[in-house]
């Protein structure tokens, strides 16, 4: 058990946002090892079909247990919504996704209340999170919005200025007239612009952060099975399937640190 709790974590998601759930990983375990895979030559995911989506996810988890990973985090909305239970059936090893950590947080922050949801427009069409809602025995509403800029702006380090709080005025404000006490931030993206977030949403709506969120249910299920790694000092190894120079820049920018990524082709 002690040789398998010193194998990697890895981590996927079809570009760069999912690296907001890699640091929170890092934050939460400090001495794990992490492998990052952004499927960057065929980002993005959400304007693919699930038959699509899920062939893809398929793919790169393949390479991941090939590489002797102990767990599968899909750092990745549109992952998580349309290929989760391919995942699981496939995968040798346990997967966590980000919506059902996400959901369950919202759970504990509104009760019987509106749960506000903010994704992608993929995100937000496929009624992901309503359906884990529903799942998980929510009771209260759930009301969403797509915010399809604010990818782009975060990509482009406008984290907080006056476009961006601009812009998240307009895409929040019908979401709030609901007066939600929970907002689940449903794009990896979007922890980057929380100070702009929660200054809009006003201090009684309780922001919800997938990737911290699932990072703490990943820490409790390593626990679990006796497989957390507590000493030592904990790595990262980064994979891109195209574009690694624009990844270095962008990884930079959401870590804090450089990454210097391999790159891996599949067929087709």
């Known amino acids: 058990m002690r040789r398998l709790g010193g194998l990697p974590i890895g981590v996927f998601d079809s570009g760069v946002g999912g690296l ?13 090892r992490l492998l990052y895979f952004g ?16 062939r893809y996810a398929l793919e790169v988890a393949a390479f991941l247990e090939g590489r002797g990973v102990k767990h599968l985090v899909v750092a990745c909305n549109s992952a998580t919504a349309l290929a989760l239970p391919a995942l699981r059936r496939a995968a040798r090893v346990p997967v966590t996704g980000v ?10 922050a509104a009760r019987d209340g509106v749960v506000g949801v903010i994704g992608t427009e993929a995100t937000v069409a496929s009624g992901a999170y309503q359906e884990a809602w529903t799942k998980s025995g929510g009771r209260g509403r759930v009301v ?3 915010c399809p800029l604010f990818v782009p702006l975060v990509e482009e380090g406008w984290w907080d200025t006056e476009v961006t709080r601009a812009v998240a005025r307009v895409y929040l404000r019908p979401l709030l007239k609901a007066r939600p006490r929970a907002l689940i931030l449903g794009c990896t993206h979007y922890p980057l612009l929380k100070p702009v977030l929660s200054r809009c ?4 709506v309780a922001l919800i952060d997938s990737g911290s969120e699932t990072a703490a249910e990943v820490r409790l299920e390593l626990e679990s099975r006796g497989l957390l790694r507590r000493a030592g000092r904990g790595t990262e190894g980064f994979f891109v399937t195209d574009g690694p120079e624009r990844f270095k820049r962008l990884a930079h ?6 990454a210097d990524p391999r790159v891996v082709r599949f067929e087709g």
């Open 99 to 108: 919506i059902e950590p996400a959901v369950r947080a919202a759970r504990r």
């Open 201 to 204: 949403a006003g201090p009684k």
């Open 144 to 146: 969403s919005a797509a």
């Open 39 to 54: 499927d960057t030559a065929r980002v993005p995911y959400g304007t693919k079909s699930k038959e699509t989506v899920t």
């Open 253 to 258: 920018r959401f870590l804090g640190h450089a």
């Open 20 to 32: 907001t759930v890699l640091r929170a990983l890092r934050r939460e375990m400090p001495s794990e």
